[in-house]
């Protein structure tokens, strides 16, 4: 359900388009700059509501809001397109950096056993004894 929302025209000081307020009651406040040509008050009326419709004023990361709320719905499914592959490569990265993990955890505590037992560096005194040992 869309939320009320109320649209006001009015000579902005500054350059801007449009301004969004949220009203303590949960409607919106759009402010349109009235120095806009129709069209261009239109597009910023949709950018405005666009804003409204995916609830941007609960979340937090301004640049990725507005650069989402400046795609058309092909650019929008693209975006979301990529960000899925993305999504999927992380977690395959992820699953392989848990596996590295698991895999050190596990020759760290054989590590531990070599060196705990006096046998960690058994395999170069094997290797010196037969290479070097006049007995062989």
């Not at 109320?6 to 307020?21: C, H, R, S, T």
């Not at 693209?78 to 592959?85: C, L, T």
């Amino acid at each position: 359900m869309t939320p009320d929302v109320n649209v006001k025209l009015i000579n902005f000081p500054n350059a801007g388009k449009e301004m969004v307020v949220p009203n303590e009651d949960g409607s919106y406040t759009i402010l349109i700059n009235a120095k806009l040509s129709y069209e261009d008050q239109v597009k910023a009326y949709e950018h405005a509501m666009r804003h409204i419709t995916e609830h941007d004023f609960e979340k937090e990361d301004v640049q990725s809001i507005e650069y989402h709320a400046h795609l058309n719905a092909e650019e929008k499914a693209a975006s979301n397109e990529i960000q899925a592959k993305y999504e999927e490569a992380l977690k395959k990265i992820r699953a392989r950096r848990r596996s590295i993990q698991r895999q050190m955890t596990i020759n760290n505590k054989k590590i531990q056993f070599l060196e705990e037992h006096g046998l960690a560096n058994f395999f170069a005194q094997s290797e010196q004894l037969f290479l070097y040992d006049e007995d062989h």
